[in-house]
């Protein structure tokens, strides 16, 4: 499935809409494409926080993390049974682990077909075409007057996250990553405000960088997330994880 907010009308926040899509294929599967992305929809709705905040937002934004949730740990099973499967590790050593995503899989498609996942996304779809926030005043304001200023927020706690790089911890790099993927989302959402040339080419440039830097944390955090899985593993499938995704080799590549 994917989950997406868009900007009808580019100039104004208040034609919002969603839309809800499903894969190429239904099954589940243990790769980033298989799975539900929220990311984009939650970075809108933060983005556009200063237009749409009210108790239905606050309430509505607690119901996504609660459904989001329920896919951290298939994505992190996926992501390291991906790296296992490139290293051709044998198919026996790392069974448990694909009995775990299975479990990770039932458990999401519990969460899709529940009446609060239901309920949720009535109530998202009904708040954004007929919410009380499109008829407030702050719903009719420019729109890249917005977009400079939450892009300017954006990425003044990007620079301040990124503060002493070198001695963060996995958690500080964690929590960097998550400021990034955010303002990469948010420059992409709102991307068509700067189509004019040559602005629509550092336009790209800044967004190919935040997709490098993202990309090199997520690889750093998957390798982090891995190792602590591993500790309570068997031996075999220990030692077999820490070959296939080494934290070393993750840190030289982004440094």
């Not at 729109?143 to 300017?152: G, K, P, S, T, V």
């Not at 591993?230 to 070959?243: Q, Y």
């Amino acid at each position: 499935w994917s989950v997406w907010i868009c900007g009808r009308d580019w100039r104004r926040c208040s034609c919002i809409s969603l839309w809800i899509s499903k894969p190429r294929h239904s099954k589940l599967a243990s790769g980033p494409a298989g799975k539900l992305r929220l990311s984009p929809g939650r970075s809108a709705m933060k983005l556009f926080r200063p237009t749409l905040r009210g108790k239905d937002e606050h309430k509505l934004r607690g119901e996504l993390r609660w459904f989001a949730h329920h896919f951290g740990e298939a994505r992190n099973l996926g992501v390291l049974l991906e790296r296992l499967d490139a290293a051709k590790t044998d198919e026996a050593v790392i069974a448990p682990l694909r009995e775990a995503e299975a479990k990770a899989h039932r458990r999401i498609k519990r969460a899709l077909r529940s009446e609060r996942a239901r309920a949720m996304f009535l109530e998202l779809i009904q708040w954004i075409e007929t919410g009380g926030w499109r008829d407030q005043p702050r719903a009719s304001n420019d729109l890249a007057d917005l977009a400079a200023r939450q892009l300017e927020k954006n990425w003044k706690r990007v620079a301040k996250k990124a503060r002493d790089f070198d001695e963060q911890g996995p958690e500080e790099r964690h929590e960097l990553r998550i400021a990034i993927k955010a303002m990469r989302y948010s420059a992409e959402f709102l991307a068509p405000l700067y189509g004019d040339r040559p602005v629509a080419a550092r336009r790209d440039r800044f967004i190919e960088a935040l997709k490098t830097l993202q990309d090199g944390l997520g690889n750093l955090n998957d390798a982090w997330t891995a190792q602590q899985m591993a500790g309570g593993m068997p031996a075999r499938l220990r030692d077999a994880i820490v070959v296939a995704h080494p934290l070393r080799e993750s840190k030289k590549v982004l440094l």
